[in-house]
């Protein structure tokens, strides 16, 4: 895995230096820089396949162009023999190489021969042509920015927003639409960031940098292709030799490799297909909590999986101090990230990093086999509009009782399902995906903000992606929403920045874009039962896992975030909210603030989350802004 630069109109070789060189952590092996009269492109490499022979940036055989690339092409041997048969030499074993031949042979029809995860730049000389190109499913970041340059507009970019920051033009103002959007989401959706000269390439998307103009266009989509008349059974047959293959496919490697294994269904499944396949005893690797985090440790249900595959199984144990990492998680991500996973993240990366140089891990698996609990919410909702009024009345009450601070809050469950009811369909998801929905937003946001941003809008991409499918039903909708917000910019931009903070290549089987085209086939019904879910993988994996890891409920990667909170709230609060440090900054309102302590104080309810998501937006903030 690796860091990538990259600049067209700015022929400055100490300007690519510097912004090559912030991306150190993401390839610690070797780094290189290549220019021309008025490009150039860097390179940090963290050394993964070729370790002698994949030198970046690399240029294509005839010199004509050249390439600078983050990510792992998995199916690039099969690529290269066909391209030896068209008549390409190659002189190395690397993905590279085979990358720069398929542009040659195909031109941007290329991607879609792609089977792997991936964000480059590639400079066409002939053309005077730059492509930018991310992945389908958005496991590698790439962020740009448009300047002024000594002759016209210039185009800068690089992996992370800390590679564009030295380049001069791109400033550090505050975007108002993206903060808004993060607090109701805890991350900034593409293509905004929190930077208002620095934008993301959305997944499955390429821009294209021609005569001092942009183009970015969509490449690659997930829309429900629904096929009918299957059983659970056959969509079995169909869809395990792909899944087997995704993870296969994703072994190849010439450093030592682990996977993360929490004992849940996702991370079961690659260990068990991994040892089956004779890639034994695999390097396991779970992280659990003290009495505090009792509820969210998963450890014994991991033991018991590495004891059935006779993994070699290391434990983490953690007890946080959330302000300890703060500052270096936050640089981590160049912007405000919400969400305590990454906490978590970081620290098990660097204990895995200790022992291994790529893991695999269970991400995209509830997105693809309906394992999220709101996937069965939607259908059980669709019947709850027949539910008398006094039933339901009732049952908001109970909702509304003191909420504790566990890993399954059923209350807080109720209390979001209850109130989703009153709202249509792509706002309902909305309102049970994110976190703060315009109402709550405007009570958290200062006067003058919300004057600012009625006057330049607001986004909300989930109802946008939930509404774009043309035909498709609840749950459909529901996973198309999440393969193109919550799954790329929530779990996999949370796991690729903290792993390469540790110089950890991670790489998610479940996010194959086979794997997942299929799975966009399968009706919602048969994802997605009234009493299970994920019922075609539980299928696939039935007699292949021990019972209890098929029995077994949902629980998710998280952490006691509110107990560790409030053993020292008022150190948090004074150093990071405090009314007088909020009214200067004039973004949030203290009043507002002041209440969501009180009643996480109290116990009344748990605001962890939220009030987390407050200190790193002030930890972003006086990292960059002051």
């Known amino acids: 895995m690796c860091g990538i630069t990259g600049s067209i109109g700015l022929a400055d070789r100490s300007l690519l230096e510097a912004m090559t060189a912030t991306l150190r952590h993401r390839g610690p092996d070797a780094d290189g820089i290549a220019m021309g009269d008025s490009w150039g492109l860097g390179h940090r490499r963290l050394s993964i396949i070729d370790l002698e022979g994949g030198a ?48 040659r042979q195909w031109g941007d029809a290329m991607l879609e021969r792609l089977q792997g995860m991936f964000a480059f730049g590639l400079w066409d000389a002939s053309a005077r042509r730059l492509l930018l190109a991310r992945d389908r499913v958005g496991i590698k970041p790439l962020y740009y920015a448009i300047v002024p340059g000594p002759r016209g507009p210039a185009l800068a970019f690089g992996s992370e927003p800390k590679a564009l920051l030295p380049v001069p033009g791109v400033g550090r103002e505050l975007d108002p639409v993206a903060l808004d959007a993060y607090l109701d989401l805890y991350y900034v959706p593409p293509p905004l960031s929190m930077f208002a000269g620095i934008r993301q390439l959305p997944p499955g998307h390429r821009l294209v940098w021609q005569d001092g103009r942009a183009t970015v266009e969509r ?112 640089r981590g991500f160049d912007e405000p990230f919400g969400s305590p996973t990454a906490m978590l993240s970081s620290a098990l990366s660097r204990f895995v990093r200790q022992h291994v140089t790529v893991a695999l891990a269970g991400d995209g698996g509830d997105e693809l086999f309906g394992g999220y609990p709101r996937y069965r919410g939607l259908r059980i909702s669709a019947l709850a509009g027949r539910v008398p009024p006094p039933l339901r009345a009732l049952a908001q009450r109970v909702a509304e009782g003191r909420e504790h601070s566990t890993a399954r809050s059923y209350r ?22 994110a976190y703060a929905r315009p109402p709550e937003r405007d009570r958290l946001l200062s006067a003058s903000l919300r004057r600012r941003l009625d006057e330049a809008g607001r986004v909300d991409p989930v109802v946008e992606h939930f509404a774009r499918p043309a035909r498709a039903d609840l749950v459909e909708r529901a996973a198309y929403a999440d393969l193109h917000g919550f799954l790329p910019e929530n779990v996999l931009r949370g796991s690729d920045r903290m792993s390469m903070a540790h110089g950890l290549e991670l790489r998610v089987p479940f996010c194959d874009h086979r794997l997942v085209e299929l799975a966009m086939r399968i009706p919602e019904h048969q994802r997605v039962g009234w009493l299970a879910s994920k019922r075609v993988l539980r299928r696939i994996m039935r007699g292949r896992l021990p019972p209890h890891v098929l029995r077994r409920r949902k629980l998710g990667f998280n952490a006691p975030l509110g107990a560790w909170m409030r053993r ?57 802004l002051d």
């Open 412 to 433: 807080r469950w109720a209390r979001q399902f209850l109130a989703g009811l009153r709202l249509p369909d792509a706002e309902r998801y909305a309102a049970w995906v």
């Open 219 to 330: 490449w690659w989509d997930a829309e429900p292709r629904i096929v009918h008349g299957r059983s659970v059974e056959e969509w079995a047959e169909i869809v395990a030799p792909v899944l087997e293959d995704a993870i296969a496919s994703r072994t190849v490697a010439d450093v030592p490799l682990g996977a993360f294994l929490s004992g849940g269904l996702d991370s079961s499944t690659i260990v068990a297909v991994l040892s089956e396949r004779g890639h034994g005893p695999v390097e396991t690797f779970c992280v659990g909590y003290g009495e505090e985090g009792r509820s969210y440790d998963e450890r014994s249900e991991a033991r018991l999986v590495a004891d059935a595959f006779g993994t070699r199984h290391h434990e983490l144990e953690l007890s946080i101090d959330v302000l300890s990492g703060l500052e270096a998680m936050v």
């Open 568 to 624: 020292d709230l008022d150190r948090l609060v004074d150093q990071w909210l405090a009314p007088s440090l909020l009214r200067a900054r004039d973004l949030l309102s203290a009043d507002e603030v002041a209440r969501l302590v009180d009643e996480h104080r109290q116990g009344r309810r748990d605001h962890g989350l939220r009030l987390w998501s407050l200190i790193v937006l002030e930890q972003w903030m006086r990292l960059y």
């Open 56 to 103: 970046q940036p690399m240029s294509s055989a005839d010199g004509s162009c050249w390439l600078s690339y983050n990510g792992e092409i998995y199916n690039f041997r099969e690529l290269r023999d066909e391209l030896r048969r068209r008549g390409h030499q190659f002189a190395t074993r690397s993905d590279t190489e085979v990358i720069l031949a398929a542009y």
